[in-house]
């Protein structure tokens, strides 16, 4: 499918990409070049607090006004912090588009992050802290993110933070992060019922009052692949379901490797119903209601990892499947037809994708994100398209061989 | 919108729409727990997952024809209706209207099969165990409704999955899974005189039946508050507020949407959605921004028969969950509104629609759900109506529904570790 998109670089350094669509509503997705390696060491969930408290007042204008005249107007708004990006949605009727940016982006760059909304913000976000304690996906996603990426790096961190990191966050920490937030970098895509004009005159007004200083760059420590099997497992008393969370580091995400990853990916854990892991564990062996791998390929660094909920009793005999699974991928490769399945899927899911504002949104993003072009579309489809049953193994091989990874097992 | 309706009694319903080369094919039964009865329950949950896997020629072959093609595809139980859908790029329909047809009448139960899917079901079932706000809800949803299936949870009783038989599950099948008891959704990128043909072609050769029975049990009047708690392992404590709420059929729902848009964000309607929260909302404000809880939401679904508007509240550590309780319902069974805050509901409400209708998927989702419970002309009045509602009505409303004696208060309190 063609999609017609204009693109327009402002001149302050923010890119606008719009996708007009017979719509009575309009859809913006973006991102400020904010990710989670401003956080300070002993800081973690800055980024989140940060996000949340955008929106939170300003000098003039409390949290419960500013939310009022945004929600009042059927609207609604919010930032949420990304490893990579300070993601930003935004939602309203045609009609109401414009006036919405522009409020929401005024709000945001005069965010007065006030003590006393700073320590309403702390408790919730504290008890949240506690509640996901004890959620066995929660943990176990945490514990394997930090066995992966040890060393202090970035995406050792999961984004809510840790109870210590945000007992610590203070004003001044805040506002050190405001500094850093800049319209230069910036990304929207629109989709919905508004001309790209429009569009780009509402978003270069809003955007204005970010500033256009140039954003900082992310860096990490380099990591490697562990040398053998790390394991870790936590039990967390009064569930009834245990989570298996099993995978190791990969590659970035404009590596040559990763379009040939993402196929091998799909046919592992992910095409139809979760691949051939849903096949072994969940349909012939009713192990599981869901076990399934994913591909995360940011810019500094990739990884992959297979996730499942098993009773307690089925751990090791589910861990076993998804074993063979991998080790079958890296030894004997895939089938032609799987292959050729598995290509139509991922061409043929990018089209299904433009059903929907937010996947038009999400797909555009992350070209823009990764200076993919607007070309990507179309070559996508070749690339897949000119993968191999050899490519799919040669991969296979390299990363999902089950050597060297990480597994975590959070338990009752 | 184009409406038909076979002579087998199968109502069919396309809309087409040229904005994306994409069509979406759904399939609903007016089967759910509502149907269901003691020792069965889960049972429409179950069959579910059965005709996930495919049937008749489709046989565990849904997912590779429809994902080898980019689509995607998924099924849903709720109290009154399961649904299977098939959204695929354009000029697939024929193949989603097959997978359906075969759905319709060629399932199969075999012993092996069922015993493997009851294990992902159980799975399925543990999963939301996990959540301690998931066991709190099953508590009090199964103490305010006292005779009404709607009691159960959908997935159904562990034990009642753990012996649900073959048989149970083919008679369930034949009584349910017929074109009188069906409706027929296609949304997207085809022509609507095409479609309805090739829906005769596969459909309009099977035989129709009979309505199945609909279910006698009503629920019978709640006369006091009922109470319920909760003691397990877990780190925060979680307060869950239950009132009977209206039918989708019912006259006060209207005002009841703009109600609970003023208490807690405009209902989506899309029945996926799940709870509603916005921050200009009264729940967010007093209950969240007022320190008493770290999260708040409202829930309710629109239902053939009257079910439950739900409040739960994610309490702030170092608060009592009495006194997050108090704050709740000093709040609810205390409702103000002003014009103001009418007026800015209904523009949510108005607005939740442009938004429902952005993909073709939650299009077709939102009709079936509509036609399931009431009609699907249902919407266009509910609007009409959501448009006429004064600060009046919804006080009316709030004083019949948000009142003591039709309330059931649940609370977890945490114990042993982390409590």
Redesign the interface.
């Known amino acids: 499918?063609r999609l017609e998109v204009a693109r327009e670089e402002l001149s302050g350094g923010a890119v606008v990409l719009t996708v007009k669509?017979?719509?009575?509503?309009v859809?913006v997705l973006g991102s400020l070049p904010l990710g989670i390696h401003v956080e300070p060491e002993g800081r973690e969930g800055l980024l989140n607090v940060f996000a949340q408290m955008l929106?939170m007042g300003t000098r003039e204008k409390s949290?419960?006004e500013i939310?009022?005249e945004?929600?009042?107007?059927?609207?609604?708004a919010s930032f949420s912090a990304r490893y990579e990006c300070l993601l930003f949605t935004i939602?309203?009727?045609a009609a109401r588009f414009r006036e919405t940016v522009t409020k929401v982006f005024s709000y945001a760059a005069e965010a007065a992050f006030l003590e006393e909304e700073l320590e309403?913000l702390r408790?919730?976000?504290?008890?949240?802290l506690?509640?996901l304690?004890?959620?066995?996906?929660f943990v176990a996603g945490r514990e394997f993110r930090r066995l992966l990426f040890p060393g202090g790096h970035p995406y050792s961190r999961v984004l809510t933070g840790s109870k210590e990191g945000v007992s610590k966050i203070t004003r001044d920490d805040l506002l050190e992060l405001k500094e850093l937030m800049t319209g230069r970098g910036a990304i929207a895509v629109v989709v919905?019922g508004v001309e790209p004009e429009d569009a780009v005159g509402a978003l270069e007004e809003a955007l204005e009052g970010l500033g256009s200083e140039s954003p900082p760059q992310p860096q990490a420590p380099e990591v490697s692949r562990p040398a053998s099997r790390v394991y870790r497992e936590v039990r967390i008393?009064?569930?009834?379901?245990a989570v298996v969370v099993l995978g190791s580091l990969a590659v970035p995400r404009l590596h040559p490797d990763y379009q040939k990853l993402l196929v091998a990916n799909d046919i592992l854990g992910s095409?139809?119903?979760m691949g051939r892991l849903g096949r072994r564990v969940?349909?012939?062996?009713?192990?599981?209601?869901?076990v399934f791998s994913r591909v995360d390929a940011l810019r500094l660094a990739g990884f992959w990892r297979v996730m499942g909920?098993?009773?307690p009793a089925k751990v090791e005999e589910a861990v076993s499947m998804i074993l063979e699974e991998l080790a079958g991928m890296a030894e004997k490769g895939v089938s032609e037809r799987e292959l050729?399945?598995?290509k139509?899927?991922?061409?043929?899911?990018?089209?299904?994708m433009?059903?929907?504002?937010?996947?038009i949104a999400q797909l555009l993003l992350e070209v823009e994100l990764y200076g993919l072009g607007l070309d990507y579309l179309e070559r996508f489809r070749e690339e897949v398209e000119g993968v191999r049953p050899e490519d799919v193994r040669e991969v296979a091989e390299k990363y999902l061989r089950p050597e060297g990874y990480v597994e975590v097992v959070a338990r009752p | 919108m184009h409406v038909e309706v076979l002579d087998n009694g199968l109502r069919v319903l396309v809309r087409e729409d040229r904005s994306a080369p994409v069509v979406t094919c759904w399939a609903a039964y007016r089967v759910g727990s509502r149907n269901e009865r003691p020792g069965i329950t889960g049972i429409s949950h179950f069959i579910e997952h059965m005709l996930f896997r495919g049937a008749g020629k489709f046989r565990d072959e849904v997912d590779r024809l429809v994902s080898s093609r980019g689509g995607h595809f998924n099924a849903f139980t709720s109290q009154d209706a399961t649904m299977y859908y098939e959204t695929l790029p354009s000029g697939s329909l024929k193949l989603a209207l097959e997978i359906e047809a075969e759905r319709m009448s060629n399932a199969f139960f075999d012993e092996e099969v069922v015993e493997r899917e009851r294990g992902v079901i159980l799975a399925e079932r543990e999963m939301s165990e996990n959540q301690p706000e998931y066991q709190l809800w099953e508590l009090v949803r199964a103490t305010a409704l006292i005779a009404h299936p709607y009691r159960w949870p959908v997935v159904g009783w562990r034990s009642d999955i753990e012996s649900i038989t073959v048989d149970d599950l083919r008679e369930y099948y034949r009584t349910y899974y017929r074109p009188s008891n069906a409706i027929l959704v296609v949304v997207g990128d085809v022509d609507a005189g095409e479609a309805v043909k090739e829906v005769e072609e596969l459909f309009g050769g099977l035989e129709g039946g009979a309505r199945p029975p609909e279910p006698r049990t009503r629920e019978p009047p709640q006369r006091g508050e009922r109470r319920v708690e909760l003691r397990m392992p877990a780190n925060v404590s979680y307060v869950c507020v239950a009132y009977k709420a209206p039918s989708a059929s019912s006259e006060d729902l209207a005002p009841f949407l703009v109600m609970h848009a003023v208490l807690a964000g405009a209902k989506s309607f899309n029945p996926l959605s799940g709870a509603s929260f916005t921050r200009s909302s009264k729940l967010y404000k007093e209950l969240v921004r007022g320190g008493y809880a770290s999260s708040a939401s409202a829930w309710f679904m629109l239902t053939i028969d009257p079910y439950l508007y739900a409040l739960s509240l994610t309490v702030r550590s170092g608060v009592e969950p009495e006194e997050a309780e108090k704050k709740l319902l000093a709040l609810v069974e205390g409702l103000e509104v002003s014009e103001d805050e009418v007026k800015r509901a209904i523009s949510q409400v108005e607005a939740q629609l442009a938004y429902n209708v952005e993909d073709f998927t939650g299009q077709a989702l939102m009709m079936c759900r509509l036609e399931v419970v009431a009609s699907v002309e249902r919407l266009e009045k509910l609007m009409e109506e959501v448009k006429r509602v004064s600060p009046a009505d919804v006080r009316r409303v709030a004083s019949e529904y948000l009142v003591e004696d039709k309330r059931t208060v649940g609370i977890l309190r945490p114990e042993g570790v982390g409590a």
């Not at chain 1, 433009?354 to 996947?359: D, H, I, K, N, T």
């Open positions: 499918m669509r017979p719509l009575r509503s859809y929106l949290e419960t939310i009022d945004i929600e009042g107007m059927g609207s609604s939602r309203s009727t309403r408790g919730r976000v504290l008890t949240h506690s509640e304690e004890q959620d066995p996906r919905g008393p009064g569930r009834v379901q095409f139809g119903l969940r349909a012939e062996a009713g192990l599981a209601y869901y909920g098993f009773n050729e399945d598995s139509r899927h991922l061409v043929g899911s990018m089209e299904v433009m059903e929907s504002p937010a996947g």
